[in-house]
């Protein structure tokens, strides 16, 4: 038996040895998929299937590089560098550089990021004059990456009745013109977005029968990890690519399905064996990752869902403790307690910052967590914010490279046209935006030949921009004749972009000029690595890598280890011994704007279900009473997905039931004169047994109504720092909080609702509280 093959399961051995025809592994929450995705690849290359015949589509380009050291271990590095393996994205980038000049694109086409996508959808928007309110850059973005993914054509969307209606029905009657115009301005400028990388993959594959054959013949194997999350576009490549030959596997779990708002469709898994003939199905069902309350918590939970496929999640693994449940009274006491819960494990059991992600479902509840966290000086990392690459320095300087590449890139050549300043201004780039779209020639077109366009602009400006072209032409030309670091270098220096930041004088802007070190040291070893690697080491190369790169892509070690923060999407495929599940509420969690049919709630199901099985040993959830949203405190309740979990994996740090709220914001005591003293005249009758009737004595009817021992005069029933107790609070009280302890009220102002106090706590320091909120006790 092959080395590789020891330590497999029999499960896993199966799928690892089963070579020819179509076939699907339903892989559970932490049954070990990657490692059987990569010994089946090293198992083909070990039969002799050449490395060249194999392609392995992934859903980041960390997990090819993972997945392909692995690989060279078993097969040789020098083999495994011959695969076929990456993302959709830079996969499919890869063919289309080699086969663009069929679609009429240039091989070093621009790949727009989302920022250009917008940025040039603005302008477009603005030039028809439409309202950029109905019309807003990043929805309209948004519904032509749908159209898309659907594989809905410029033509296409014209020739449905049905999507135009919807778009007119949306106020939006000019969408299909936008759409149009859109396409036709990246077509112009030699640029394609991310979805274009599959739209226009699969034109090529269509409208090209010899390219078609051609890659069929390359990619006999086709191997697709995370096949749940695939879109409609996806699906019909990975269809065609694998049609001749049928050796087809993919792999994936249904119950982790959570990308539909991307364009996942949840059904190219479901109905895969109905897609293929003698489909063999193989399933991971044994749990290596999480210890067995989470197994079996996370299985209550999913088993409510009806859109399914069948399997049943077990582990050896130890039962572990309890998932742990905690309510606290607001969002910002719930950060506290997950940063003190961090704090406390990490001193009981010797564990460093990195065992530690705190999950939340939307990137605002990343702010009560980094307060608390920054209190407790604990080092944390937010993975989702603004990217490196989306830092406005960065993308000046990328946008100088991206013009040496490919000189029609119009949103690149707007961006450094004026930056640094050189007095080319907005009134003169419209200028020369409606003559290219006069002449219907690329910007830089219009830019290079000023002397030859008629457009009304002085002498002096004119000057300025054959400067401008002089030297991007001259750039161009170096480009060709030194690496990518040196020609970054000349063009940092060149420009004065270094000199422009410094000259700013505050701390930002030398963050901004180490940034822009950073991004020149990134340069540096990524063709140190690239030669290493015996791998193409271009500008062109380097800049695809970074259109393609994602937060958790990132090669870079932190210098110490760090709590990780991020939404549950990112944190697919991740594992952590502790995790933290925050804002375990109804509208938060499940999403109120994801509640409006079933499939929608079966999908924040299943997104809870891939929060839970990221923890190996320890998961936590947590809810708050109140929550801050859009600036006003509102009360929450716990979300329906802790009630889905059986109960016998919980353990509630908190009680469970809430306690009967008291309302803090009128003083009770404000209605003592207003109705007699002897008001309780009248009581709910209480049911009795027959007997107590006929025993009762004869006087009892006849004495007076009393108030039942258990209720208390009207004005003493306030909570701790109620308003009753606030109007006794006077510069100087002594007051308890519960959770600073004791303090003296050294200042009051304002008045009503609006009246705070600050007040010195003898442990925590000055406070400064409003008071209708503080839940304060008068001691003295």
């Known amino acids: 038996m092959a080395d590789y093959l020891e330590g497999l399961n029999p499960s896993q051995k199966a799928a690892v040895l089963q070579t020819k025809g179509p076939m699907i592994i339903i892989a559970g929450a932490g049954s070990g998929k990657t490692r059987v995705l990569t010994y089946r690849i090293a198992h083909l290359m070990k039969s002799g299937v050449d490395a060249f015949n194999i392609l392995n589509l992934t859903f980041t380009n960390k997990a090819a590089r993972e997945m392909k050291e692995r690989i060279a271990s078993v097969v040789g590095q020098s083999e495994a560098k011959n695969l076929w393996m990456g993302t959709f994205h830079s996969v499919f980038a890869r063919i289309l550089r080699s086969e663009a000049d069929k679609l009429g694109y240039p091989s070093n086409f621009t790949i727009y990021d989302t920022q250009d996508s917008v940025k040039l959808l603005g302008a477009i928007i603005k030039e028809m004059q439409l309202d950029k309110d109905r019309y807003k850059a990043k929805q309209v973005l948004g519904r032509i990456s749908q159209f898309k993914n659907s594989l809905i054509t410029v033509k296409a969307y014209h020739n449905n009745p049905d999507l135009k209606e919807a778009d007119i029905m949306a106020s939006r009657p000019k969408m299909g013109d936008l759409y149009k115009a859109y396409v036709e301005r990246c077509f112009k400028s030699g640029a394609m977005d991310f979805d274009d990388l599959l739209l226009r993959t699969n034109e090529l594959l269509s409208r090209f029968p010899d390219v078609l054959a051609k890659y069929q013949d390359r990619f006999r194997y086709v191997m697709v990890d995370e096949y749940q999350d695939t879109n409609h576009s996806q699906y019909l490549i990975v269809r065609a690519l694998a049609d001749r030959f049928q050796n087809i596997c993919v792999v994936g779990d249904d119950s982790q399905s959570i990308y539909a708002f991307r364009g996942a469709n949840i059904n190219n898994i479901l109905n895969f064996q109905k897609h293929y003939e003698d489909v063999k199905t193989f399933k991971l069902e044994q749990n290596y990752r999480s210890s067995g309350n989470i197994v079996e918590a996370a299985n209550s939970l999913i088993e409510k869902n009806k859109t399914k496929l069948d399997k049943e999640i077990f582990t050896a693994n130890p039962e572990g403790p309890k998932v742990k449940v905690m309510r606290t009274i607001s969002d910002g006491e719930e950060g506290r307690w997950v940063a003190n819960s961090i704090f406390e494990n990490k001193m009981n059991h010797q564990l460093t910052n990195d065992k530690f992600c705190i999950l939340y479902r939307t990137n605002a509840q990343s702010r009560a967590m980094e307060d608390a966290l920054r209190k407790k000086r604990i080092a944390y990392k937010i993975y989702g914010g603004t990217s490196f690459y989306q830092r406005k320095e960065i993308k000046d300087v990328l946008s100088y490279l991206r013009i040496l590449i490919n000189p029609n890139d119009e949103e690149a050549l707007k961006r450094i046209i004026n930056y640094p300043a050189r007095g080319i201004g907005a009134t003169t780039i419209d200028k020369l935006t409606i003559a290219a779209n006069h002449y219907n020639k690329p910007l830089f077109e219009i830019v290079k030949h000023i002397d030859k366009v008629d457009l009304k602009i002085n002498a002096?400006?004119?000057?300025?921009?054959?400067?401008?072209?002089?030297?991007?032409?001259?750039?161009?030309?170096?480009?060709?004749?030194?690496?990518?670091?040196?020609?970054?270098?000349?063009?940092?220096?060149?420009?004065?972009?270094?000199?422009?930041?410094?000259?700013?004088?505050?701390?930002?802007?030398?963050?901004?000029?180490?940034?822009?070190?950073?991004?020149?040291?990134?340069?540096?070893?990524?063709?140190?690595?690239?030669?290493?690697?015996?791998?193409?080491?271009?500008?062109?190369?380097?800049?695809?890598?970074?259109?393609?790169?994602?937060?958790?892509?990132?090669?870079?070690?932190?210098?110490?280890?760090?709590?990780?923060?991020?939404?549950?999407?990112?944190?697919?495929?991740?594992?952590?011994?502790?995790?933290?599940?925050?804002?375990?509420?109804?509208?938060?969690?499940?999403?109120?704007?994801?509640?409006?049919?079933?499939?929608?709630?079966?999908?924040?199901?299943?997104?809870?279900?891939?929060?839970?099985?990221?923890?190996?040993?320890?998961?936590?959830?947590s809810f708050a009473n109140t929550r801050y949203r859009w600036g006003k405190l509102i009360d929450s309740e716990p979300s329906r997905f802790l009630e889905e979990i059986d109960s016998k994996y919980l353990e509630y740090l908190t009680p469970k039931k809430l306690a009967p709220r008291t309302n803090n914001f009128v003083d009770s005591s404000l209605f003592e004169d207003d109705i007699p003293k002897d008001r309780i005249r009248f009581r709910k009758p209480v049911p009795r047994k027959a007997t107590s009737v006929r025993t009762a004595k004869p006087n009892t009817l006849k004495k007076p109504l009393v108030v039942p021992k258990n209720m208390k005069p009207v004005s003493k029933v306030v909570a701790k720092g109620g308003v009753a107790q606030n109007a006794k609070i006077q510069q100087g009280s002594i007051v308890e909080h519960v959770r600073f302890g004791k303090g003296e009220v050294v200042k009051l102002e304002g008045a009503g609702g609006d009246a705070k106090a600050e007040i010195k706590f003898e442990k925590e320091g000055l406070k400064k509280l409003i008071l209708k909120f503080a839940k304060l006790n008068v001691i003295e």
């Open 460 to 621: 002096c400006t004119k000057t300025k921009l054959k400067n401008f072209a002089n030297m991007i032409q001259a750039f161009t030309i170096n480009a060709q004749k030194v690496n990518a670091f040196e020609i970054a270098d000349q063009v940092v220096k060149q420009v004065q972009i270094v000199k422009d930041l410094e000259a700013d004088g505050t701390p930002e802007g030398i963050s901004k000029v180490e940034n822009v070190q950073e991004l020149l040291n990134g340069i540096k070893y990524f063709i140190d690595d690239a030669k290493e690697k015996e791998q193409e080491d271009s500008l062109a190369v380097f800049l695809e890598d970074v259109a393609l790169k994602t937060d958790l892509d990132s090669d870079k070690e932190d210098d110490e280890p760090m709590v990780s923060l991020m939404t549950i999407h990112l944190a697919k495929g991740l594992e952590y011994p502790y995790v933290y599940v925050v804002g375990m509420e109804e509208d938060l969690f499940p999403s109120a704007m994801s509640m409006n049919t079933r499939s929608e709630l079966e999908e924040e199901r299943r997104l809870f279900y891939v929060a839970l099985t990221r923890a190996e040993h320890q998961a936590y959830l």
